[in-house]
């Protein structure tokens, strides 16, 4: 594996373990676009092999410093960096090259040679894109998440016509004739926007505006609790598949090693120390398995539940037997209704609340039961081999 695959594993790794999911915007998505931005210029280009080297690894890891917050987060990367490539042998002199690209990257940093601006280049490919509103939306809601800012529909527009018209420019040849034509095309569609924002001043449009705001801060409370609650269930099968895997290799060593061995009676001693051992082993086994076995319900529902508002229809269990169009039409009416829609959301989140409680109270008895049985295990081998000796 060459250093740039090693590098791709090595922050795709560091992101899904450590991101917090409030970076909507940096987050290996945008690391994938400005990497392969990056690579669109220097295939266009003579730089000899390190300095492409160079360039790649300082794409994969420019925003890494997120892991530990906004705030100096070049700096940060660039320590993540320079432990990486130290790792992996690389010289200081290219330790040194990919630190000053990565600290290229900062907002407003203006280029001194031709790599940084090729990084900075590619860190805002995503502004001339078809895809701009998608990413520009990531980003807004990222800086509300970690509250950064809050702004209005029609001072986020302002802000970006301001960023794109004023602030930023490309600095390559590549760039300034590929990308800055679509970058003008979404100014324009900006200032379009604009245009439509100020002629809806009625007080209609402000209601509704403002009648806006706290659903986008419900739908964020949502999508983040939702990720906690996948998260944590993630950790939980995690820690019990540990417990089986190594539960059964102590059984797998038991059946093969110690058991054909209790035929002897020079052996007997080792009967209640192997029994007490694999005793504990299969109650721990039983215990990871019923904490992830999985609870389904019957998968039907009728038109009258759903005027009654009484499935929730966000859980595959309560509709996975239903026709298609059945469950279209019971989506669409759930999604006339606001309160039926929040309602069904909530009882998701509960309801995955009460499965998470279920889990880890057996991983908790789980562990108790594999720690207990070892210790016994352990202390019945001991004074086995002791009377033996004695």
């Not at 802000?159 to 930023?168: G, Q, S, V, W």
């Not at 990871?288 to 966000?314: C, H, M, W, Y």
């Amino acid at each position: 594996m060459n250093l740039i695959e090693q590098a791709e594993k090595f922050i795709e790794k560091l992101f899904k373990d450590n991101l917090s999911a409030s970076y909507t915007y940096h987050n290996i998505n945008h690391t994938h676009d400005v990497v392969n931005a990056v690579k669109q210029i220097i295939e266009q280009t003579n730089l000899d092999f390190d300095d492409k080297q160079a360039l790649l690894v300082a794409a994969w890891f420019h925003d890494a410093g997120y892991v530990n917050g906004f705030e100096n987060h070049e700096d940060f990367s660039v320590k993540i960096v320079t432990e990486f490539l130290l790792n992996n042998g690389m010289s200081g002199d290219f330790i040194e090259k990919v630190s000053s690209l990565i600290k290229a990257t900062t907002f407003g940093f203006v280029p001194q040679n031709f790599l940084e601006k090729v990084i900075a280049d590619a860190d805002y490919f995503h502004l001339s894109t078809n895809h701009y509103t998608f990413t520009c939306n990531a980003l807004r809601t990222e800086l509300e998440n970690t509250n950064k800012s809050k702004l209005s529909d029609a001072e986020w527009t302002k802000e970006n016509i301001d960023f794109l018209t004023n602030k930023h420019q490309y600095y390559t040849e590549y760039a300034i004739k590929n990308w800055q034509p679509s970058k003008e095309n979404t100014i324009k569609i900006l200032q379009k926007n604009k245009s439509k924002m100020e002629l809806n001043t009625t007080k209609e449009s402000k209601k509704k505006q403002k009648d806006e705001k706290p659903d986008r801060a419900v739908d964020t409370l949502f999508r983040i609790t939702l990720n906690n609650h996948t998260t944590l269930s993630g950790i939980a099968d995690s820690k019990a598949n540990i417990l089986l895997s190594v539960n059964a290799i102590i059984i797998s060593i038991a059946l093969s090693t110690l058991i054909p061995k209790l035929d002897s009676p020079s052996n007997a001693h080792l009967l209640i120390p192997t029994f007490i051992m694999l005793l504990s082993s299969v109650i721990t086994i039983i215990f990871a398995i019923l904490s992830t076995r999985p609870k389904v319900t019957n998968g039907v529902f009728t038109r009258q539940d759903i005027e009654n508002k009484k499935v929730n229809l966000l859980f595959f269990g309560n509709f996975y037997k239903m026709p298609l169009d059945e469950y279209q039409w019971a989506m669409n009416e759930m999604m006339k209704d606001k309160d039926y829609l929040y309602n069904s959301m909530i009882k998701d989140l509960y309801f995955l609340g009460l499965v998470l409680e279920r889990k880890y109270r057996l991983l908790r008895i789980t562990y108790n039961f594999f720690m207990i049985g070892i210790v016994l295990s352990v202390i019945s081998f001991v004074i086995a081999f002791m009377s033996i000796g004695a």
